[in-house]
């Protein structure tokens, strides 16, 4: 199976909301996490990363949370705005490895003005 | 701000031909890879590329690819003999760093076999 799943594909919230993305992983040697933006037509867009000895890291307007105790990651959008309408992916970086990112299948988050 | 830039942007190209996609990776990085997106899927890693030499290969990566730093700015990836399966999204990437350091991508080249 897939080392790193997400639980919804899509996510429809209503502007000025908070939204939250989850990811589920499955390798417990991952140590390095990052949650990508993409746009239709773009390549991914880094919005932010955590590592395994952190549980939470906040952005500006974002915060990611990690719980390696049930291999869960989650994106945290503060007051989503039209143009965070896109599809995010969690990826991880296994322990030892050279930087091969594994993403998940993405979930689709749709902002309603 | 630096970005990783790409070119083509779609690239058309008939079964069985050669295609060479080029990237840009940003000035001060040291770790390239490149990744796919067929269509409607998630990204997957193909290679990553570190001290002009291949760091790790996915299983997608066999002898019909190839990568290849030819100076200090540019960084490609040649499919030979393509075959309809080939036919995606090719997203090239670098980072300062290998496991610690987030890899800041291109937009891509649309790759479309005929």
């Known amino acids: 199976g897939e080392s790193v799943g997400l639980h919804l594909p899509t996510l429809s919230v209503q502007e000025g909301d908070n939204s939250i993305i989850n990811c589920a992983y499955s390798?417990?040697?991952?140590?390095?996490f990052i949650w990508y933006k993409q746009e239709s037509g773009k390549g991914p867009q880094f919005i932010i990363d955590?590592?395994?000895?952190?549980d939470k890291r906040q952005g500006q307007r974002v915060t990611v949370l990690l719980n390696k105790t049930v291999k869960h990651l989650s994106l945290q959008i503060a007051a989503t705005q039209p143009g965070d309408s896109a599809v995010y992916f969690c990826?991880?970086?296994?322990?030892?490895?050279?930087?091969?990112?594994?993403f998940g299948k993405g979930t689709k988050l749709s902002v309603k003005p | 701000e630096p970005e990783v830039t790409q070119t083509p942007s779609h690239q058309v190209t008939q079964m069985g031909q050669e295609v060479i996609l080029r990237c840009v990776p940003i000035?001060?990085?040291?770790?390239f890879y490149w990744y796919r997106q067929i269509l409607g899927q998630k990204v997957e890693f193909l290679v990553s590329?570190?001290?002009?030499?291949?760091?790790?290969k996915s299983e997608i990566f066999d002898d019909q690819f190839s990568v290849e730093r030819p100076d200090g700015s540019n960084f490609t990836l040649k499919i030979r003999s393509t075959k309809l399966e080939d036919s995606a999204m090719y997203f090239c990437?670098?980072?300062?760093?290998?496991?610690?350091?987030?890899?800041?991508f291109g937009d891509g080249t649309r790759l479309s076999i005929l």
């Open positions: 955590i590592r395994s000895n952190m």
């Open positions: 590329f570190y001290n002009n030499e291949i760091s790790e």
């Open positions: 990826a991880e970086i296994s322990g030892g490895s050279q930087g091969n990112l594994i």
């Open positions: 390798n417990s040697a991952s140590d390095y």
């Open positions: 990437a670098s980072s300062v760093e290998g496991s610690n350091q987030p890899q800041h």
């Open positions: 000035s001060n990085h040291l770790y």
